[in-house]
Nanobody, 124 residues
Framework: QVQLVESGGGLVQTGGSLRVSCAASGRTFTGYMMGWFRQAPGKEREFVAAIRGSNEVTYYADSVKGRFTISGDNAKNTIYLQMNSLKPEDTAVYYC?????????????????WGQGTQVTVSS
């Protein structure tokens, strides 16, 4: 079991950058599939990016490919999501999640543990 705490959200202008963090406690994140999801008001939670802890293979939603980068810091047991070229449609609460390492990276049902979320707002 793990506990996840997101941080780093904030308000940025369109085209700006922001990095959100997910600090994991319990087991090292390398034993999990680690994912980022986001949810805007009135919308379903959607997959953003994931990293398979064992081999660091990454996965991205088409909407963020080329703009977002997921990475991990083993020493800090922390996952990051670097967000560049931000758009208003990126505005959402961003959630970190951890799941079984052999599960599908993109499905919410693959993840067993969730953080409380951090708000990212992109203004025009």
């Amino acid at each position: 079991q793990v506990q996840l705490v997101e941080s780093g959200g904030g308000l940025v202008q369109t085209g700006g950058s922001l990095r959100v963090s997910c600090a994991a406690s319990g087991r090292t994140f390398t034993g999990y599939m680690m994912g980022w999801f986001r949810q805007a008001p009135g919308k379903e939670r959607e997959f953003v990016a994931a990293i398979r802890g064992s081999n660091e293979v990454t996965y991205y939603a088409d909407s963020v490919k080329g703009r977002f980068t997921i990475s991990g810091d083993n020493a800090k047991n922390t996952i990051y999501l670097q967000m560049n070229s931000l758009k208003p449609e990126d505005t959402a609460v961003y959630y970190c999640a951890a799941g079984g390492i052999f599960r599908s990276s993109r499905a919410m049902g693959s993840y067993d543990y969730w953080g409380q979320g951090t708000q990212v707002t992109v203004s025009s």
